[in-house]
């Protein structure tokens, strides 16, 4: 079995800060999480999930979606087998359920193409 769990959301108000992490475990991360594409997805209320970040194997490049970019930082620690993702100048339109997701190999924009999800974290940005 593989597990990926978000933790970190929370209410915040607009201008602030919050750090989800996604932490892995199973035969599949423990052996080979660097070899692991991890994104960030979220999903607001009543719409499609949408891309955020990726963060590649190794942790050389990473790659954010317009919507955050400046503002959000991806980082991943395979030595512990997590992930994180720092958004900071949170803003109301950021208010959405956030996923952690990842799959083997090529780096992908498309949700449907990650094998593995955690629950998801919601994150409130009041005005």
């Known amino acids: 079995q593989v597990r990926l769990v978000e933790s970190g959301g929370g209410l915040v108000q607009a201008g602030g800060s919050l750090r989800l992490s996604c932490a892995a475990s199973?035969?599949?991360?423990?052996?080979?999480?660097?070899?692991?594409?991890i994104s960030w997805f979220r999903q607001p209320a009543g719409k499609e999930r949408e891309f955020v970040a990726y963060?590649?194997?190794?942790?050389?490049?990473?790659y954010y979606a317009d919507s955050v970019k400046g503002r959000f930082t991806i980082s991943r620690d395979n030595a512990k087998n997590t992930g994180s993702l720092q958004m900071n100048s949170l803003k109301p339109e950021d208010t959405a359920v956030y996923f952690c997701?990842?799959?083997?190999?090529?780096?992908?924009?498309?949700?449907?193409?990650?094998?593995?999800w955690g629950q998801g974290t919601r994150v409130t940005v009041s005005s």
């Open positions: 199973g035969r599949t991360f423990s052996d080979y999480f660097s070899d692991y594409v």
């Open positions: 997701a990842a799959k083997r190999g090529i780096r992908t924009l498309s949700p449907s193409q990650y094998d593995y």
């Open positions: 963060i590649i194997g190794g942790g050389g490049y990473s």
